[in-house]
């Protein structure tokens, strides 16, 4: 399912320039969430547009992703859940939209592949499919790997580059200690965090 939407691009360039899917490319808790994508990141468009992520863990195996863009019309924010997809031996994240916004319900599913530029450089990449949007996740996983295989899953052009402004620790049982990045701790499938924290660059 190809969807033009200028504004949707404009919103949210990690994912919404992509499609939108009724069913999830995997199951919530089929991986260990990536602990190096946890943090607060930021893009800017070449119009000048100002995107803030803030990624933090749910559990040991869900991202929850606040989403806030800042263009000439105003702020618009939104609420994410994230999830770990692989699909043979690529990894890619499943996003799902948890509450209403403007052109984007609540409940629908986008995927897109990440890359660790560097440790505060994350290249988000969104994944090309025409399936159709009550495509079965098994009909997604297939699309996808004859893409891998045929080369024609990523488009050109098609990735934004995300520059980590802030990290996100948790304090465990109400005593904060030496503060560690969440970054370098490595969770439990199933895990939830006590008090979640951040710390801005």
Known sequence: MKLASRLAFLILPLLLSGCWFQ???TPKGSENLNTWLLGEWQHKDKKGAVSRALVTPISGDLYRVQVSTVTKGGRRDYELEAWTSRVGNSVFVTFLNTKNAPNLPAGVHAFAHTQMLDQNTLRVRKIQLDSPADATSFELRKEIRTRLKDGSLYAEGAETDWKR????????????????????QVPTPGEKPG???????
């Open 165 to 184: 402004i802030g990290e996100v620790y948790w304090s465990r049982d109400g005593q904060t200690g030496a503060f560690e990045p969440l970054r370098y």
């Open 23 to 25: 069913n999830p490319l």
């Open 195 to 201: 008090q979640l924290g951040r710390v801005i660059r």
